[in-house]
């Protein structure tokens, strides 16, 4: 059974360009949730989705948006690059259903984002 | 709001020796589940480990148990005959909380274990 699997792995942009970054959870999962990773902040929450629908949404600015397909494979966008935005972003997956708190949640190897 | 504390910035543990992560977690909510999970210098997060706060007994996975105290709010990890592979960052999680609405994971700052041949 397939991992969770993001991509691009590593990805290297400059300040004021924008960046897509693909998801798909493991096979029969329908929940799809982002987080950032940095050195000073640690793992914050960005946004969580089931079946095409945004259920929560982290303390991100507007920059920031995701989507999530028909297919559960869910996007997130960084439009206008700041420094500030270097980071691994994991991706977790779950079944989704029921109360958020059940169930097991599974990560990505994540992207690695750097801005110059 | 929820709120997860490792106190444990750094542990040393020999080889084949168990070693226990310390986890205290902070919700009014009685529903909510608890996560462990392994980050080794590649940076893929791995999960270890989960435990519901309906669940009587204490989640075991492998050589990993989660010591579960409820009433003191509590979920160490506990890692049995420790392996150099174990050497990485562990962080504890927390999802659910605030009337059960909540669908992300709170994480803790980490511990950095090493494992000592």
């Known amino acids: 059974k397939a991992g969770v699997t993001q991509t691009p792995r590593y990805l290297i942009k400059t300040r004021g360009q924008q960046v897509t970054l693909s998801c798909s959870p493991i096979?029969?999962?329908?929940?799809v949730s982002w987080y950032q990773q940095t050195p000073g902040q640690g793992l914050q929450f960005l946004f969580e989705?089931?079946?095409?629908?945004?259920?929560n949404k982290g303390n991100f600015p507007g920059r920031f948006s995701g989507r999530q397909f028909s297919n559960s494979r869910s996007e997130m966008n960084v439009s206008t690059l700041e420094l500030g935005d270097s980071a691994l972003y994991l991706c977790?997956?779950?079944?989704?259903?029921?109360?958020?708190?059940?169930?097991?949640?599974?990560f990505g190897e994540g992207s690695r984002l750097t801005v110059l | 709001a929820q709120k997860i504390t490792q106190t444990q910035p750094g542990m040393f543990v020999q080889e084949k020796e168990a070693v226990t992560l310390d986890c205290t977690y902070d919700?009014?909510?009685?529903?909510?589940?608890l996560f462990w999970y392994k980050q080794p210098s590649s940076g893929e997060m791995i999960f270890l480990i989960y435990?519901?706060?309906?669940?009587?007994q204490n989640a075991t996975e492998g050589r990993y148990s989660l010591n579960f105290q409820k009433a003191r709010k509590s979920a160490n990890l506990v890692i049995s005959a420790s392996q150099l592979g174990d050497s990485a960052m562990y962080f504890c999680?927390?999802?659910?909380?605030?009337?059960?609405?909540?669908?992300?994971?709170?994480f803790g700052k980490g511990t950095l274990l090493t494992v000592n041949p």
């Open positions: 977790a997956s779950s079944l989704g259903g029921g109360t958020p708190y059940t169930g097991e949640l599974f």
């Open positions: 096979s029969g999962h329908r929940s």
């Open positions: 989705y089931f079946s095409e629908t945004q259920r």
């Open positions: 919700t009014s909510d009685p529903s909510y589940g």
């Open positions: 435990q519901g706060s309906y669940d009587q």
């Open positions: 999680a927390m999802r659910g909380g605030s009337g059960g609405s909540n669908y992300k994971l709170t």
